[in-house]
């Protein structure tokens, strides 16, 4: 289940490193490298999903888990409220074909979003 080409796969295997905050054995949660707001970490399952479509279709309980994680991990951010964004095709900005959940937080979050 793991793609030798993927960004992600490679943090999650541990090739590459990532800063990792929450660890699962079905997630991974590690922070984004181009932080969008005070917190920013993405959480990843395990397994390589090409999006969040791909991942509900092929293990729906995946989909849970990373909400979960996210939850957790806003916990331990201590954040108030956060955003979580499934950034899904190339149109809607997604640019690593990995599933990921963006959680956000740590300042205001205008609405709609860019
Ligand atoms: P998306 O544009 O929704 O596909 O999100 C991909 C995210 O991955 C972007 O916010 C990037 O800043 C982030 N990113 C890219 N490379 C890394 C990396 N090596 N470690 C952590 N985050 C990364």
């Known amino acids: 289940m793991s793609d030798p080409d993927c960004l ?27 932080p969008q ?7 990843v399952p395990r397994g390589h999903h090409r999006d969040a479509a791909a991942l509900a279709a092929a293990d729906p309980a995946g989909v849970a888990d990373l909400v979960d994680a996210a939850a957790h991990v806003a916990a331990a951010e201590g954040l108030e409220g956060y955003r979580l964004v499934f950034n899904t095709g190339e149109a809607a900005g997604q640019t ?19």
Not at 37 to 43: E, G, I, K, M
Request: proline fraction near 9%.
């Open 8 to 34: 992600f796969c490679k943090i999650v295997d541990g090739e590459i490193p990532g800063d990792v905050v929450h660890s699962t054995d079905h997630s991974v949660a590690f922070r984004d490298v181009n």
């Open 37 to 43: 707001a005070p917190t920013h970490v993405l959480v």
């Open 96 to 114: 690593v074909f990995h599933t990921h959940l963006h959680v956000l937080g740590g300042r205001p979050l205008s609405w709609p979003p860019g």
